[in-house]
């Protein structure tokens, strides 16, 4: 797996015929989490706490100037600092969890790094959770 497998599998409106066909498992996930620099421990606890997530979303920003992280249910989003509607890195993953939410947005962002002062970019990473199980059996 390397990350324009990543960006192809999860990322909206990429080629469709391209496309991995690869279920949305945890140790796919665990995969691609590894593949773009995170220790596999920590990519593991990823699914049972927003804490890993957190701090590397911090890390990836920290150098940016004011940007708003913005949770929902299943979805969360980074955002510029005035203008939650204008993201520039969301992680949807419906049906789902905030954890498997944050776990997409750090894919997003580790594999679509953006200048200092991005704006409105919205490069979504998404999975349906009810789609997985029904197509796959898979479950979180």
């Known amino acids: 797996m390397n990350i324009e497998e990543i960006k192809a599998w999860l990322g909206q409106g990429e080629d469709e015929e391209n496309r991995p066909n690869w279920p ?34 911090q890390e990836i920003t920290n150098d940016y100037k004011d940007t708003h992280l913005v949770i929902h249910k299943d979805a969360a989003d980074i955002s510029p600092w005035n203008n939650s509607q204008a993201f520039n890195w969301e992680g949807y993953f419906e049906g789902g969890n905030i954890n498997m939410a944050l776990i997409l947005l750090v894919l997003c962002a580790k594999c679509n ?28």
């Open 24 to 57: 949305v498992t945890k140790e796919k996930l665990i995969e691609a989490l590894v593949t773009v620099g995170i220790p596999e421990e920590t990519a593991k606890s990823m699914f049972t706490s927003a804490d890993p997530s957190l701090r590397i979303l």
């Open 113 to 140: 790094p953006l200048e200092k002062f991005a704006w409105g970019e919205e490069i979504v990473f998404y999975a349906n959770a009810d789609w997985q199980k029904k197509q796959y059996g898979v479950t979180y």
